[in-house]
């Protein structure tokens, strides 16, 4: 009898193939070939079609009539969709954390942001750096089930695809200061001021991201 706690193969393939998405391996738009896949990662069509219909659900693999499957197209207008739900969803964990974080959790969050100091102040910077760990702690900080479910699958995997193909090498500083103030805000129980000051970090976020998409998407059409 196997391990449940063992990943299977459809496990193992899921993490490639989301890695290969979101990393742009496998190109935004680009058509679901399963024999291609089947023989790119060693696997039978079983567990590939289970890992594509786990993807589907994470909104990475879409199903077009008279096409069929093809991985999800980045475009500003999902890409505005996602940042607004997010923004909301994350200002509310803000207001819940400031009322529900431990000590424990604030020390994490702070020890946090003193690593990616150092490491954001590098020069050159490592080639792809994020900062989604806080926000994942904040999250969870928030105590509710739900929010944290919602935030932490469907949104996050769409959001790491277009944090990734979308980075332009800015400098990350500016956004450690903001979650400095946020991290502030929450720990002196300002849930108001978290929550505001957390939807203007991710609207912010989400202009910078939409113009780098936009310049993309033009270099592509020229």
Request: proline share 5%; glycine share 6%; with cysteine.
């Given at each position: 009898?196997?391990?449940?706690?063992?990943?299977?193969?459809?496990?193992?393939?899921?993490?490639?193939?989301?890695?290969?998405?979101v990393q742009g391996e496998l190109?935004?738009?680009?058509?679901?070939?399963?024999?291609?896949?089947?023989?790119?990662?060693?696997?039978?069509?079983?567990?590939?079609?289970?890992?594509?219909?786990?993807?589907?659900?994470?909104?990475?693999?879409?199903?077009?009539?008279?096409?069929?499957?093809?991985?999800?197209?980045?475009?500003?207008?999902?890409?505005?969709?996602?940042?607004?739900?997010?923004?909301?969803?994350?200002?509310?964990?803000?207001?819940?954390?400031?009322?529900?974080?431990?000590?424990?959790?604030?020390?994490?969050?702070?020890?946090?942001?003193?690593?990616?100091?150092?490491?954001?102040?590098?020069?050159?910077?490592?080639?792809?750096?994020?900062?989604?760990?806080?926000?994942?702690?904040?999250?969870?900080?928030?105590?509710?089930?739900?929010?944290?479910?919602?935030?932490?699958?469907?949104?996050?995997?769409?959001?790491?695809?277009?944090?990734?193909?979308?980075?332009?090498?800015?400098?990350?500083?500016?956004?450690?200061?903001?979650?400095?103030?946020?991290?502030?805000?929450?720990?002196?129980?300002?849930?108001?001021?978290?929550?505001?000051?957390m939807r203007r970090h991710i609207?912010?976020?989400?202009?910078?991201?939409?113009?780098?998409?936009?310049?993309?998407?033009?270099?592509?059409?020229?």
């Amino acid at each position: 009898m196997s391990d449940p706690k063992q990943p299977t193969l459809a496990d193992r393939t899921l993490t490639e193939l989301q890695r290969a998405i979101v990393q742009g391996e496998l190109p935004p738009g680009s058509k679901i070939s399963e024999q291609e896949l089947a023989a790119r990662y060693g696997v039978s069509r079983g567990p590939l079609r289970e890992a594509l219909q786990r993807l589907e659900q994470r909104r990475l693999v879409e199903r077009v009539p008279h096409v069929g499957a093809r991985v999800v197209r980045l475009t500003p207008e999902k890409l505005a969709d996602l940042y607004q739900v997010r923004a909301e969803l994350e200002a509310m964990a803000c207001r819940l954390a400031a009322q529900n974080i431990t000590q424990a959790q604030l020390d994490a969050l702070s020890d946090l942001l003193d690593r990616q100091e150092v490491v954001f102040s590098q020069d050159p910077l490592p080639p792809f750096q994020d900062d989604i760990d806080f926000h994942f702690g904040l999250i969870q900080a928030s105590g509710n089930t739900t929010l944290i479910t919602t935030l932490t699958g469907d949104l996050y995997h769409q959001l790491q695809m277009y944090r990734y193909q979308c980075s332009s090498g800015r400098r990350p500083l500016e956004a450690l200061a903001q979650h400095r103030r946020i991290l502030e805000a929450v720990a002196q129980g300002d849930g108001e001021l978290a929550a505001l000051l957390m939807r203007r970090h991710i609207e912010a976020g989400a202009r910078h991201t939409a113009h780098v998409l936009r310049q993309t998407m033009e270099e592509l059409t020229a």
